[in-house]
T-cell receptor
Protein backbone atom coordinates (compact mmCIF):
# COMPACT_ATOMS: atom_id res chain seq x y z
CA UNK A 1 0.00 0.00 0.00
CA UNK A 2 1.45 3.34 -1.05
CA UNK A 3 -1.17 5.35 0.86
CA UNK A 4 -1.51 8.91 -0.44
CA UNK A 5 0.96 9.88 -3.14
CA UNK A 6 1.56 13.47 -4.19
CA UNK A 7 3.60 14.68 -7.12
CA UNK A 8 5.70 16.68 -7.59
CA UNK A 9 7.46 17.21 -4.26
CA UNK A 10 8.84 20.59 -5.27
CA UNK A 11 7.84 23.06 -7.97
CA UNK A 12 8.79 26.59 -8.97
CA UNK A 13 6.36 28.49 -11.19
CA UNK A 14 6.39 31.89 -12.74
CA UNK A 15 3.45 34.20 -12.11
CA UNK A 16 0.67 33.42 -14.55
CA UNK A 17 1.74 29.86 -15.31
CA UNK A 18 -0.63 26.99 -14.76
CA UNK A 19 0.04 23.57 -13.30
CA UNK A 20 -1.63 20.55 -11.78
CA UNK A 21 -0.68 18.99 -8.47
CA UNK A 22 -1.36 15.29 -8.55
CA UNK A 23 -2.80 13.24 -5.69
CA UNK A 24 -3.58 9.53 -5.74
CA UNK A 25 -4.64 7.11 -3.01
CA UNK A 26 -4.85 3.33 -3.13
CA UNK A 27 -7.00 2.76 -0.04
CA UNK A 28 -10.40 3.04 -1.77
CA UNK A 29 -11.22 6.09 0.33
CA UNK A 30 -14.35 8.06 -0.49
CA UNK A 31 -13.23 11.36 0.95
CA UNK A 32 -10.30 13.36 -0.40
CA UNK A 33 -9.20 16.91 0.28
CA UNK A 34 -6.55 19.50 -0.46
CA UNK A 35 -4.99 21.81 2.14
CA UNK A 36 -2.41 24.51 2.01
CA UNK A 37 -0.09 25.16 4.95
CA UNK A 38 1.51 28.52 5.54
CA UNK A 39 3.66 29.59 8.52
CA UNK A 40 1.48 30.56 11.47
CA UNK A 41 -1.73 29.77 9.56
CA UNK A 42 -2.03 26.05 10.03
CA UNK A 43 -3.72 23.83 7.47
CA UNK A 44 -6.46 25.53 5.49
CA UNK A 45 -8.92 23.54 3.40
CA UNK A 46 -8.98 24.42 -0.29
CA UNK A 47 -11.37 21.88 -1.87
CA UNK A 48 -12.72 18.50 -0.94
CA UNK A 49 -14.58 15.59 -2.49
CA UNK A 50 -16.93 13.06 -0.88
CA UNK A 51 -16.78 10.71 -3.85
CA UNK A 52 -16.15 10.43 -7.58
CA UNK A 53 -17.91 13.22 -9.44
CA UNK A 54 -18.60 15.29 -6.29
CA UNK A 55 -16.45 18.23 -5.22
CA UNK A 56 -16.99 21.25 -3.03
CA UNK A 57 -15.18 24.35 -1.85
CA UNK A 58 -13.37 24.68 1.42
CA UNK A 59 -12.13 27.75 3.26
CA UNK A 60 -9.74 29.12 0.60
CA UNK A 61 -10.87 27.92 -2.87
CA UNK A 62 -10.10 30.99 -4.98
CA UNK A 63 -7.50 30.40 -7.68
CA UNK A 64 -7.82 26.61 -7.53
CA UNK A 65 -9.88 24.05 -9.41
CA UNK A 66 -10.42 20.37 -8.71
CA UNK A 67 -12.15 17.41 -10.30
CA UNK A 68 -12.73 13.81 -9.19
CA UNK A 69 -13.28 11.51 -12.11
CA UNK A 70 -12.11 8.39 -10.24
CA UNK A 71 -12.06 7.27 -6.62
CA UNK A 72 -8.27 7.15 -6.62
CA UNK A 73 -7.29 10.55 -8.07
CA UNK A 74 -7.94 14.11 -6.95
CA UNK A 75 -5.81 16.63 -8.88
CA UNK A 76 -5.56 20.29 -7.89
CA UNK A 77 -5.19 22.83 -10.69
CA UNK A 78 -3.73 26.29 -10.47
CA UNK A 79 -4.99 28.14 -13.53
CA UNK A 80 -2.84 31.26 -13.25
CA UNK A 81 -0.32 31.08 -10.45
CA UNK A 82 0.19 34.07 -8.16
CA UNK A 83 2.91 34.70 -5.54
CA UNK A 84 0.19 34.43 -2.85
CA UNK A 85 -0.13 30.75 -3.79
CA UNK A 86 3.40 30.04 -2.61
CA UNK A 87 2.80 27.42 0.05
CA UNK A 88 3.07 23.77 0.97
CA UNK A 89 0.14 21.76 -0.34
CA UNK A 90 -1.12 18.58 1.26
CA UNK A 91 -3.57 16.07 -0.10
CA UNK A 92 -5.47 13.89 2.37
CA UNK A 93 -7.91 11.02 2.18
CA UNK A 94 -10.18 9.20 4.61
CA UNK A 95 -12.55 6.26 4.37
CA UNK A 96 -15.56 8.52 4.80
CA UNK A 97 -15.99 12.10 5.95
CA UNK A 98 -17.26 11.02 9.34
CA UNK A 99 -15.39 9.86 12.36
CA UNK A 100 -12.35 8.47 10.59
CA UNK A 101 -8.72 9.45 10.50
CA UNK A 102 -7.23 11.34 7.59
CA UNK A 103 -4.15 10.06 5.77
CA UNK A 104 -1.88 12.72 4.33
CA UNK A 105 0.56 12.77 1.47
CA UNK A 106 4.09 14.08 1.92
CA UNK A 107 3.26 17.47 0.48
CA UNK A 108 4.21 19.63 -2.50
CA UNK A 109 6.28 22.71 -1.84
CA UNK A 110 5.27 25.31 -4.42
CA UNK A 111 7.04 28.60 -5.02
CA UNK A 112 5.57 31.19 -7.37
CA UNK A 113 8.02 33.88 -8.47
CA UNK B 1 -17.32 31.05 12.23
CA UNK B 2 -16.05 27.87 13.84
CA UNK B 3 -12.56 28.17 15.23
CA UNK B 4 -10.03 25.76 16.58
CA UNK B 5 -7.28 27.40 18.57
CA UNK B 6 -4.05 25.99 19.86
CA UNK B 7 -1.38 27.74 21.83
CA UNK B 8 0.84 29.00 19.06
CA UNK B 9 3.78 29.43 21.40
CA UNK B 10 6.34 26.69 21.28
CA UNK B 11 6.50 24.38 24.28
CA UNK B 12 9.85 23.23 25.64
CA UNK B 13 9.99 20.57 28.32
CA UNK B 14 12.61 18.37 29.90
CA UNK B 15 12.88 14.71 28.95
CA UNK B 16 10.84 12.48 31.25
CA UNK B 17 8.27 15.17 32.09
CA UNK B 18 4.66 15.27 30.94
CA UNK B 19 3.84 17.58 28.06
CA UNK B 20 0.33 19.06 27.99
CA UNK B 21 -1.02 20.73 24.87
CA UNK B 22 -4.31 22.60 24.67
CA UNK B 23 -6.94 22.82 21.95
CA UNK B 24 -9.93 25.14 22.31
CA UNK B 25 -12.88 25.38 19.95
CA UNK B 26 -15.51 28.07 19.55
CA UNK B 27 -18.84 28.58 17.82
CA UNK B 28 -19.75 24.93 17.41
CA UNK B 29 -19.81 21.60 19.18
CA UNK B 30 -17.87 18.92 17.35
CA UNK B 31 -18.90 15.33 17.77
CA UNK B 32 -15.24 14.36 18.04
CA UNK B 33 -11.74 15.77 17.97
CA UNK B 34 -8.62 14.35 16.39
CA UNK B 35 -4.96 14.86 17.18
CA UNK B 36 -2.14 14.63 14.65
CA UNK B 37 1.62 14.80 14.75
CA UNK B 38 3.62 16.60 12.07
CA UNK B 39 7.36 16.39 11.61
CA UNK B 40 9.27 18.99 9.54
CA UNK B 41 8.84 18.44 5.81
CA UNK B 42 6.23 15.69 6.31
CA UNK B 43 2.48 15.41 6.24
CA UNK B 44 0.47 15.13 9.47
CA UNK B 45 0.06 11.66 10.95
CA UNK B 46 -3.04 10.67 12.91
CA UNK B 47 -2.59 9.88 16.59
CA UNK B 48 -5.90 9.74 18.44
CA UNK B 49 -9.60 10.46 18.07
CA UNK B 50 -11.89 11.22 21.00
CA UNK B 51 -15.67 11.44 20.82
CA UNK B 52 -17.80 13.94 22.73
CA UNK B 53 -19.19 11.22 25.00
CA UNK B 54 -15.68 10.06 25.93
CA UNK B 55 -14.00 11.98 28.71
CA UNK B 56 -10.59 10.44 28.14
CA UNK B 57 -8.73 8.27 25.66
CA UNK B 58 -5.31 6.65 26.02
CA UNK B 59 -2.79 5.12 23.66
CA UNK B 60 0.54 4.07 25.11
CA UNK B 61 2.10 7.27 26.52
CA UNK B 62 -0.56 9.50 24.99
CA UNK B 63 -3.73 10.68 26.70
CA UNK B 64 -6.44 12.95 25.33
CA UNK B 65 -9.32 14.52 27.23
CA UNK B 66 -12.44 16.20 25.89
CA UNK B 67 -14.33 18.70 28.04
CA UNK B 68 -17.48 19.83 26.24
CA UNK B 69 -18.29 22.32 29.00
CA UNK B 70 -14.97 24.12 28.66
CA UNK B 71 -14.94 23.48 24.89
CA UNK B 72 -11.43 22.18 25.26
CA UNK B 73 -9.29 19.14 24.58
CA UNK B 74 -6.01 18.44 26.35
CA UNK B 75 -3.30 16.25 24.85
CA UNK B 76 -0.76 14.73 27.22
CA UNK B 77 2.49 12.93 26.49
CA UNK B 78 3.83 11.22 29.60
CA UNK B 79 7.50 10.31 30.11
CA UNK B 80 8.36 12.51 27.15
CA UNK B 81 11.35 11.73 24.96
CA UNK B 82 13.36 13.82 22.49
CA UNK B 83 11.77 11.73 19.71
CA UNK B 84 8.41 13.26 20.71
CA UNK B 85 9.61 16.63 19.44
CA UNK B 86 7.25 17.68 16.65
CA UNK B 87 4.27 19.91 15.93
CA UNK B 88 0.96 18.60 17.24
CA UNK B 89 -2.30 19.55 15.56
CA UNK B 90 -5.85 19.18 16.72
CA UNK B 91 -8.70 18.93 14.25
CA UNK B 92 -12.48 18.76 14.24
CA UNK B 93 -15.01 18.03 11.57
CA UNK B 94 -18.05 20.20 10.91
CA UNK B 95 -20.38 19.18 8.11
CA UNK B 96 -17.98 17.70 5.57
CA UNK B 97 -14.93 19.80 6.39
CA UNK B 98 -12.04 18.79 8.66
CA UNK B 99 -10.66 21.96 10.26
CA UNK B 100 -7.25 22.15 11.91
CA UNK B 101 -5.74 24.33 14.56
CA UNK B 102 -2.44 26.02 13.78
CA UNK B 103 -0.51 23.53 15.89
CA UNK B 104 1.81 23.63 18.87
CA UNK B 105 5.51 22.96 18.39
CA UNK B 106 6.85 20.73 21.15
CA UNK B 107 10.55 20.35 21.89
CA UNK B 108 11.67 17.75 24.43
CA UNK B 109 15.11 18.60 25.75
CA UNK B 110 17.49 15.78 26.69
Amino acid sequence: NAGVTQTPKFQVLKTGQSMTLQCAQDMNHEYMSWYRQDPGMGLRLIHYSVGAGITDQGEVPNGYNVSRSTTEDFPLRLLSAAPSQTSVYFCASSYTNENTEAFFGQGTRLTVV
Amino acid sequence: SQKIEQNSEALNIQEGKTATLTCNYTNYSPAYLQWYRQDPGRGPVFLLLIRENEKEKRKERLKVTFDTTLKQSLFHITASQPADSATYLCAARRARQLTFGSGTQLTVLP
